[in-house]
Every structure is written in C-alpha cells, then in structure tokens.
C-alpha cells in the first residue's frame, strides 16, 4: 500500500479506540491497537523504519474492529496476535490468550468462556481475569438459565441434565422452556455483557438476603461472592487487592534479543522468596529493541496469570499504553539502577541469554528440523497394571514450563505399550480438536523403547496430529526417532535435555501414581486400627501391600502410629 492508499483508507475510519490489521487477501501481516484508529492509521503514510516499509509493501487492505476502551484494544491486540501470529509482530511462541465470553448462534445459545469464538457468535471481551469471568457466567447460568452444554450433548434429550437439576439451565433441550421466553432471558445476559450491571446484581442482592434470612449462610456467601464479581466486572481489571509486604508477589522480566529471536527470562518471587524461574521465546521481525519486546511480551504472557503485585523489568516497555494498563491494574513498575531489585534483574538477564543459547539448537540439528523450542514429555507410571497414570509435561527453551503440565488417569492394564499409545492418543485427540489450549509443541518425548515409540507413532498418526516423536529409555541412552537410532555421547548437551525433559516426565508421573495409589482401597483397611492416613505410612514404607506383608514386627512398630496391637492386627489379617 502506497501512502495515498493509506490516507484515502484512514479518511473514512473511526476516531475511536480499537485494533487494525494490515493483511494480504491470504494473511495477517500486522496487528496493531490504538486509542484513535484513523488518526493511527494515517501515521502508516510516513512509515518510520525498514520493518514497517517491508510490510507495508506486501499490504493490500487495512481491516479494523472498534472497543469500548483502550484496556479492551491492547487485550484484543494480544489476543489477535496470538491467533494470527502475524509475521511482523513480535510474538510470543509458547502462550495463551485473553478469555472471552461468546453467545452462540444458535436457536437456543450456549454461553461459554473461550479464547478461540466461533465466527458467527456474539463475543464479549477480552478480559483480564478468568477467575472473574468464570464467576459472573455461572451467575448469569444460575440466574437465567442459559445452557453451557455442547451440541451433542444438547441434542437427543428426553430428560434434562444435571444442570438443570442444579439451577444452571432451563433445559430447552427438552422444552422444559420455550424459546420465546429462553431468548427473552438471552436478551437481559445480553443487557448484562453490554454494560447494564444491574439486569444481573439486583437478582444477586436479592437472593443473598433471601439466603441469609433464611439462615442459609453458606449459599448467602456464594451469592456475595458472585455479587462482587458481577458489580466489578465492568470496571477494567477491578481494584488491585494490596497485601501486606510479607506476601507481596514479584515477577522480574529481563530479556536477551539475538537477531530475529529474544528470549524473556522470568523470575518470580513471594513474600521475599524467589520461587522460580522461566525463560520464554519470542519471534521478532528482525532487530527489535529489548524494551519493544517487553511491551508485546508482558499484555500476551499475563493471558491467563494474576498480575504480580510488582514488576520488576529490565527496560522500560516501549509502549505508553502497557504502562498505564499496568498502573490502572494497580501493579508497582520499576526498572532499577541498584540495590537488590537491580542485582535480581542481573540474574535474570544471565537467564535470558542462556535460554537463547540453549541446548534446543544443537538438537534440532542433530534430528535434522529447523528448531526445537517447546518439547513435551511422557510417561506411564503404575503397580502391576493398577492406578495406571500417564504424565506430560512440558519444557520450553529447555526450561520446565508448569503450566503446560498435564496428567491422566488410564485404565488399569498392566500393558506398558498399550498405556502409553493411550495416553498419546488422549493428547493428540485432544490437539486435533482443539481442546487443548497449549500450543502445539516442536517435539513430543516419550520415556520408553521401541514398542513404547511405535505405539506413540501409531497414535498420533491414527488422528493426523503431525507433531514428531522420539523415545529415550533409561539405561542405554539411545535416542530412537523415525530415522533410526542415535548413540550420541554422554556428555552432548542436546542429550542432556532430553534426559531433563524424560526425567522430569518420569518424576510427575510417580509423583501422581503415588496420590492415586493412596486413594485406593486395599486389604489394609479392613485391619483394626488402620485408618486411610495409617494405610497410606504402611504403603509408603513398604511400597506395597506385599511388602507391607513381608515386614518384620519391628519395622512395622517403626511406622510412625503403628503401635504393639496394630502390629498384630496386621501381621493377623496379612
């Protein structure tokens, strides 16, 4: 687009806050927001600086969308870039996105949170707290009934559901209501969503007094709870809550830029105590500035977290708006020169250009793929096929990233190969249809052999998910992909972090075969003087229920609560 093409577009846009793309008939190029789009669109016939140049040349049209603030335009911005992931954006690689609300268009809508709306629904948001967000809608649920259920399980009723039971529906689906009064219930959650705060908290602040004159305390403080939910929800990010200094939250945020790649170290700290670290890849249109990367960083990475109390950062975010956001969601800015802030911002630098030279590169190489930033690990964990559990966890630029942790219970079989393609299938099914709100990884880890690697192909391949495997086993160390296996020596970093990622795999799967193991009920409860916690020493000593029946009296009387009589009963009913 030339610069008489741009002011002939901007001439008839809006002077109103919102975003604007620059796209091809193909893709989005750029995303950008403003508190005046036509004014910001005009500024494009000056472009400033050889990125904006290149994008503007490929650009054939400039589309827009209008919000009712300018919090609501940096939060669409992020989310649009996370969906588009526009090549002259810097991005983030490994995130979510901002929750919305969406009526769906349907005869009889659903209402539901999402981060990726259905084209032809009415959409609400973005927001800045899921947790409120999830709030409010099971109090509009509760107060008018609107279904959350999916089509399939909305079709082919002939007695409601258990939502209905619970007060969130009006069971359309079996014509418990007609539509005519459903829509009209549609129409005061719409009044609600567009701004009417009332249509929802007077219905709230009556029945929390109807509960509490009826001495219904808790229900009274659920409806209070929601009631504060509903009377802040259109006001921004809400009152920041202050605590005392002891458990203020901090996060520090430093970042490494190296050509077209950066990489934002985290460190996060409580009451004091620094808790734990991260580093976060982001794509870039060639040379961005450090402080240009913090501004896209900080709106996309706090998605779907709580704003810390203070955040600590190595440059001031290039961008006006971030800054005041961060003020109205009352968090404490500071880019410091001393002290130990500056001492922590050091540490977090040093972190953030490691993770630009970590061990992914030499891996991708090795396997022969272009990158490899986000790796996901699994592994099945069980006792002779019962309490079957499988865990994947997730690192990114080597490091082990929580939130992208899952875990699953299988059904028990004592069959380590059909475990693990059961569990690969239960991601890559969940990938396929969008049900999972992770992106994609570069490469999936599985802790096995050959029969645990093949089965993994099989799953993922009988959904079409097109994410590559490889396998690692404990012992050998050899590396098994689908071009074969790689006996790489002991001391190669690329090897060191896929030993991390199974590791890691290894532990979390353990980790929660141990919980579900605890919950099951075995032969030692029906011992005299054996409750669940008593049970769980026992198991947890020995290892099992066999090797609790191996042991000798006086490692049984060493159990902390295991007295004489105890004792007794056990080796008596064992």
């Known amino acids: 687009m030339d610069a008489a093409a741009i002011r002939e577009r901007a001439a008839d846009l809006p002077r109103e806050p ?18 005046d789009i036509r004014s910001r669109v005009r500024s494009y016939a000056d472009p400033r600086g050889p990125r904006i140049r290149r994008m503007l040349r490929e650009a054939n049209a400039i589309e827009i969308a209008i919000t009712d603030t300018e919090t609501q335009a940096l939060l669409l911005e992020a989310n649009l870039i ?8 810097v991005r983030l690689t490994d995130d979510k996105s901002y929750p919305l609300i969406q009526l769906s268009n349907h005869d009889f809508p659903r209402i539901e ?30 107060t008018y009934g609107i279904r959350g259920c999916s089509d399939h399980k909305f079709a082919n009723r002939d007695r409601p559901c258990l939502d209905f039971d619970l007060g969130l529906c009006t069971a359309p689906c079996t014509g418990e209501i007609d539509q005519f009064a459903y829509l009209d219930d549609v129409d005061s959650v719409l009044e609600f969503l567009e701004g009417s705060t009332g249509v929802l908290v007077e219905p709230l602040r009556t029945g929390m007094a109807a509960a509490a004159d009826n001495h219904d305390y808790e229900r009274a403080a659920n409806l ?29 945020l430093a970042v490494s830029v190296q050509g077209d790649r950066a990489t934002v170290a985290r460190l996060h700290s409580e009451g004091g105590k620094l808790l734990d670290r991260e580093q976060h890849p982001l794509e870039t249109p060639g040379e961005t500035s450090p402080a240009a990367v913090l501004a896209a960083f900080i709106p996309q990475f706090y998605a779907d977290r709580d704003l810390p109390d203070n955040l600590v950062l190595s440059h001031h975010p290039e961008d006006d708006e971030v800054e005041e956001w961060l003020v109205e969601e009352g968090v404490v800015l500071s880019v410091p020169g001393t002290g ?20 992914g590169a030499p891996l991708a ?18 006792a002779q096929g019962k309490a079957v559990v499988g865990s994947n966890v997730t690192f990114t630029n080597g490091t082990p990233d929580k939130s992208g942790y899952r875990r699953k219970k299988l059904d028990d079989k004592n069959d380590d190969v059909a475990n693990m393609r059961a569990l690969l299938s239960w991601r890559a099914t969940r990938a396929v249809e969008g049900r999972d709100d992770r992106p994609d990884p570069d490469l999936l880890l599985i802790d096995g052999g050959e029969a645990q690697f093949a ?10 998910w097109g994410v590559p495997v490889v396998a690692l086993a404990k012992g ?54 054996v409750g669940r916690e008593r049970r769980n020493r026992l198991l947890r000593r020995f290892g099992s229920v066999d090797g609790v029946r191996g042991a000798s009296r006086e490692e049984l009387l060493d159990v902390d609560g295991i007295g004489d009589r105890t004792a007794e009963a056990i080796a008596a009913r064992l």
Request: hydrophobic content about 35%; overall charge negative.
């Open 113 to 142: 949170v999402t981060r990726d709306p259905d084209d032809d629904a009415t959409v609400f948001g973005p927001y800045t707290n899921k947790g409120r967000v999830d709030t409010v809608v099971k109090a509009i649920r509760e």
């Open 224 to 252: 209070r709870d929601r009631l504060a939910a509903a009377e802040t929800f259109h006001g921004g990010g809400g009152d920041a809550v202050q605590t005392p200094d002891d458990r203020r939250t901090m996060d520090i």
């Open 455 to 464: 089965a993994a192909r099989e799953a993922i391949q009988a959904v079409g």
């Open 18 to 35: 919102g975003i604007y793309q620059f796209r091809t008939d193909e893709a989005v190029l750029y995303i950008g927001k403003a508190v």
């Open 340 to 359: 130990r802030e500056a001492r922590l911002v050091d540490l977090a630098l040093k972190n953030a250009r490691r993770g630009a030279e970590y061990e």
């Open 476 to 529: 050998d160390e050899i590396v098994i992909s689908a071009d074969g296996r790689h006996d790489w020596p002991s001391k190669a970093p690329h090897l060191h972090l896929l030993q991390r990622v199974r590791d890691e795999a290894h532990r979390f799967a353990a980790q929660y075969h141990q919980t579900v193991r605890e919950d099951l009920s075995t032969i030692l409860d029906d011992v005299p003087g």
């Open 82 to 89: 996370k969906r588009h992931r526009p090549r002259f954006n």
């Open 365 to 382: 190489e090795a396997l022969g793929f272009d990158r490899i930033d986000r790796i996901e690990g699994f592994d099945i964990s069980h």
